[in-house]
């Protein structure tokens, strides 16, 4: 693979990586580049994000060196309310790649955290923006801890964060790391794009909590504790709460 400013010998849906030396948020950089018409299947990646962002409007701290940061325009034809699915499916494929890579489990945490141990190795962050006449265009960033000791994390956090090389022992390589969840990435995009989403939903959802899982839902300052009921076909959670018997369905909020 070539290194810094420009193309990569990667690619993804057939388009060359574009690597940046650095930028603010790659999300933001993709979406520019998608109103300019960039292709589906261009991925945006930064060796340095100074400004990135996670879900709930949560900064992302970058440690160059050791995060990897990118992100991927997709222009998919599935329905809008399906979109959240190709998200799991990003969440999904960080998890193989990193098993792949570490020979340890790592899981998806409802609704695109992968952690190893309990503890996240990945943020996932979705955006889309309308396609005009158009599929709309589907912005899909991923932040990586790949090479983080526990102390290049805040102490506030340091508990809560692990990183690839923290889980396998030894030294990863960013580029292997990027490489790796493309290649499944890309599977999960061609499944939705050939044979629907259903066929997405039954891919992704044996990774999420099964029914009958306890958890406890943040829902802003809010905290609640009930039982997983189910995932529904857009990828929502089916929640019931402790002591009550009605199941609502959330389209947001966060596993604890």
Not at 9 to 25: K, N, Q, Y
Request: glycine share 12%; with cysteine.
């Amino acid at each position: 693979m070539s290194v810094g400013e420009g193309t990569m010998d990667l690619r993804f849906l057939g388009i060359p990586v574009e690597r940046h030396a650095t930028l603010g948020s790659t999300n933001d950089e993709a979406l520019r580049r998608a109103a300019e018409g960039a292709p589906e299947g261009l991925v945006v990646l930064a060796d340095v994000q100074t400004t990135g962002r996670g879900r709930q409007g949560r900064a992302w701290d970058d440690v160059p060196g050791a995060s990897l940061a990118f992100s991927v325009i997709l222009r998919p034809a599935l329905p809008l309310p399906r979109l959240p699915l190709l998200a799991l499916a990003m969440a999904c494929a960080v998890a193989e790649a990193a098993e792949a890579i570490t020979q340890r489990a790592h899981a998806v945490k409802w609704p695109n955290d992968v952690l190893h141990e309990g503890r996240k190795v990945c943020g996932v962050l979705a955006e889309s923006r309308s396609g005009g006449n158009g599929p709309p265009v589907l912005v899909i960033g991923a932040g990586v801890n790949v090479n983080h000791r526990e102390t290049d994390f805040p102490e506030a956090f340091r508990e809560r964060a692990s990183s690839l090389r923290m889980a396998s022992g030894r030294y990863v390589t960013p580029e292997l790391v990027l490489a790796e969840i493309l290649v499944r990435f890309e599977r999960y995009v061609i499944l939705g794009r050939d044979l629907g989403g259903d066929a997405l939903w039954g891919a992704v959802v044996g990774r999420l909590p099964t029914p009958g899982t306890r958890v406890t839902v943040r829902q802003g300052e809010a905290r609640v504790e009930g039982v997983v009921e189910g995932i529904t076909e857009t990828g929502a959670l089916r929640f019931r709460e402790q002591g009550h018997d009605e199941v609502v369905v959330l389209a947001a909020g966060e596993l604890l």
